[in-house]
């Protein structure tokens, strides 16, 4: 037997073991049941077109064979005091990088949070999973008065429950969130949440939030495609936002652009990209980001899903560095990523 293989097979035994003594209810979602549709087969969510994934043995080997680039322990940061954030704003939009894809965006005087992690670990368990690499830079205690929250869907570094259960408890805000969701926050008495089905739009305070599609998928480790993943429009009158949360490169932002017409602001995914061999089925490079933003063609972009939690192989800051490269050959200013972590944006 390779040693490749060993390495597999005990780290498979290990976590068994591990889910067999700590019983945990963040690991599996509840059986949705539902119609069936283009993207649910009354079993299973799945992309149009169906699910395409790596090879999980390919990928446990390069795991295992040390190529992954290191990151540092923890990055020190120039805003750990309180940021000057205005309270709520009626004209424009403004936007801060929290960490990771969590984005907080005040327009039309709602403030809203994009699949808000404020945990040290992207994880089930505090002594294990990825740990933060970088502390948010606004703690979960500083927020403004938060009406609305946008999860994307069920992985752990993009819905945070005990995140969740704090900001639904201090703000009793709505949570919306994607079909087969709203079942497992009642497991943990999480008020207010409203479940969405693809191109489904809730209306708050003259505010249209629109679930769409993405390129991905779900899973809580022991419930695969239990749930429905997908990105969010947030649409008035005036501006038109767009959250892709976490999606490999695909039709979908062209079809955005088509039925949309003006993007305003459009938060693109650029990291957990190594090695492509898998994640090119679910993640974006930042060459696929770039050409998301082609595809877009929003007044500005926000670079998010990066330098927070070491998902994969790459380096911790590999993706906006890559991500600059595309920007200085093609002369592209509208295109930001928030290398400081202290920037609040401001667009009229």
Known sequence: MSKSMIYILTSIVTLLVIFGIYGCKTLSIPKYEGPITDHFD??????????????FRKLM?????????????????????TPNIIPR??????????????????????????DPVFSKRASPFEWMGPKRKRNPS????DLPE?????????????????????LSENHNCKILVGLGLKAFLDKFDISNVIEMDWNDIHLYNNVEF?????????????SPYSSLWGSWIIKTKEKTIYFAGDTAYGDHFKEIKDTYKQ??????????????????????????????HIDLQPTESLAIHWGTFKLTGEGMFDPVEELQGHLDSTGTTNFYYDREHDMYYKQN
């Open 89 to 114: 704003i009626t004209d424009g939009i403004a936007y801060k990088q929290i960490n990771h894809a969590t984005i907080l965006i005040q327009h039309a005087g709602l403030n809203i949070l994009t």
């Open 138 to 141: 606004i703690q979960i205690e």
């Open 61 to 81: 080997a390069y795991q295992f064979s040390n190529k992954a680039k290191k990151w540092p322990n923890l990055v020190e940061q120039s805003d750990q005091a």
């Open 263 to 292: 993007i305003d602001l459009a938060l693109i995914p650029i990291g957990a990209y190594v090695p492509r061999f898998f994640m090119q089925h679910v993640h974006m490079a930042p060459e696929d980001a770039f050409q998301a």
């Open 210 to 222: 629109i679930f769409h599609s993405a390129v991905h998928w779900s899973n809580r480790m022991a």
């Open 146 to 166: 938060i009406d609305v929250i946008v999860i994307s869907h069920d992985h752990y570094d993009h819905f945070d429950v005990k995140s969740l259960k704090k």
């Open 42 to 55: 009354g079993k299973k969510f799945h992309n149009i077109g169906g699910n395409e994934m790596g090879s």
